[in-house]
C-alpha cells in the first residue's frame, strides 16, 4: 500500500438534482518522500483534490488515505498551503507562524520554538516584515507566509495548492530552489498543484494531469527521470526535460486525461 492513496474518488456539489460533478474515479498512489505535482485548467478541480487530501471534504465515493489510515478530518501529520492564504489578520508574520509552531510542538521549550519561527520566517525571505500584519503585505509576501507556517510545522505530508501562484518571477524562481532544497533535505511527501509545467518538471518526480471537467479525473503519471539538483536554465535545452514537457502538454491538450490505472 502507498504512503497516500485516492481510490475511485467522486466528489460533486450542489444540492440534489442540480449536483454539479467535478471529480470521477480518481486514482492516485504516493509513496513516502514522493514530490507529485498534479498541473491542470482552471476549475478542473484541483483545489478539491487538495481539500479531500486535507480533510476539509469528503469524497461522496471512494476513499482517501494516508499512511494506511482514511483521511477524515484535518490532521497535524498534513500541511496546507491554500491559493488563499488563510492568514490570522490580527497577528503580523511571526505570530502567524509561530502559532502553527506552537500547535504542532506544544512540548518544545520557549527558545526552540522562537528559533522555529525565526529560521523559516528567514527562508521565506521575510525577516525584514517579521512584525507586519497581513494587510500590509503584498499578495505574494503572503503567500510566502503561509508557505512558512505550512513547512515549520514539519508535517509528514505537505499539500500545495499553487503555493507559489501570487509571486514575481524572480521571487517564484527562489522559491522553487527553496522547495527543492526543503524537500531533498527533508523528503517530505509532497502534493503540489501548479499551473506551471516548468515548475512541475523542476520539482516533481511524476507529474499527474487532471483532465477538464465536469467530472475531471487524474491522467496516467508522467515521470521526471531526471537528476537531482535540477537547474532551470539547463532544464529548458535538457532533452529529457523537454520530452516531459511534451508528454504533459499533450496530456492536457488530449482534452479529458483517460481514466487509467496508476497503482
Ligand atoms: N464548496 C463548493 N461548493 C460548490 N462548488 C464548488 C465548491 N468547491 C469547488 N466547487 C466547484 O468545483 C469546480 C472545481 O473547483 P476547484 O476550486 O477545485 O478548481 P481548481 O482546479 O482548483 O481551479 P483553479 O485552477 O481556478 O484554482 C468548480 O466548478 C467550482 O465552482
Ligand atoms: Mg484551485
Redesign the pocket.
Known amino acids: 500500500m502507498s504512503f497516500l492513496e485516492l481510490r475511485g474518488v467522486g466528489?460533486a456539489?450542489?444540492p440534489p438534482g442540480a449536483r454539479?460533478e467535478?471529480?470521477r474515479a480518481v486514482r492516485l498512489s504516493v509513496e513516502r518522500g514522493e514530490f507529485v505535482a498534479i498541473v491542470?485548467?482552471?476549475?478542473?478541480?484541483?483545489?478539491?483534490?487538495?481539500?479531500l487530501l486535507a480533510g476539509l471534504?469528503r469524497p461522496d465515493a471512494g476513499v482517501v488515505r494516508v499512511a494506511g489510515r482514511p483521511v477524515e478530518r484535518p490532521g497535524r501529520d498534513r500541511g496546507v498551503v491554500f491559493?488563499t492564504y488563510a492568514l490570522l489578520p490580527w497577528l503580523s508574520v511571526v505570530e502567524n507562524v509561530a502559532l502553527a509552531v506552537g500547535s504542532a510542538f506544544p512540548d518544545w521549550p520557549a527558545e526552540r520554538r522562537r528559533a522555529q519561527v525565526e529560521r523559516y520566517v528567514a527562508l521565506v525571505g521575510l525577516s525584514a516584515a517579521r512584525d507586519k500584519r497581513p494587510a500590509a503585505l503584498s499578495g505574494g509576501m503572503r503567500q510566502r507566509v503561509a508557505l512558512a507556517r505550512a513547512l515549520a510545522m514539519e508535517p509528514e505530508v505537505l499539500l500545495l495548492?499553487?503555493p507559489l501562484g501570487a509571486l514575481d518571477a524572480l521571487t517564484r524562481a527562489t522559491m522553487q530552489t527553496e522547495l527543492a532544497r526543503i524537500w531533498s533535505a527533508e523528503r517530505r511527501t509532497v502534493v503540489m498543484?501548479t499551473?506551471d509545467v516548468d515548475e512541475a518538471i523542476l520539482l516533481a518526480d511524476r507529474i499527474v494531469p487532471?483532465g477538464a471537467?465536469?467530472g475531471?479525473t487524474l491522467g496516467a503519471p508522467i515521470a521526471v527521470p531526471l537528476d537531482r539538483p535540477r537547474e532551470r536554465k539547463a532544464l529548458l535545452v535538457d532533452p529529457g526535460a523537454r520530452s516531459v514537457r511534451a508528454a504533459v502538454v499533450r496530456a492536457l491538450s488530449s482534452g479529458r486525461a483517460r481514466t487509467r490505472e496508476v497503482a
Open positions: 466528489k456539489f450542489g454539479h467535478v471529480l491542470g485548467p482552471s476549475g478542473a478541480g484541483k483545489t478539491t483534490l487538495v481539500s471534504e491559493q495548492d499553487e498543484v499551473n487532471l471537467g465536469p475531471a
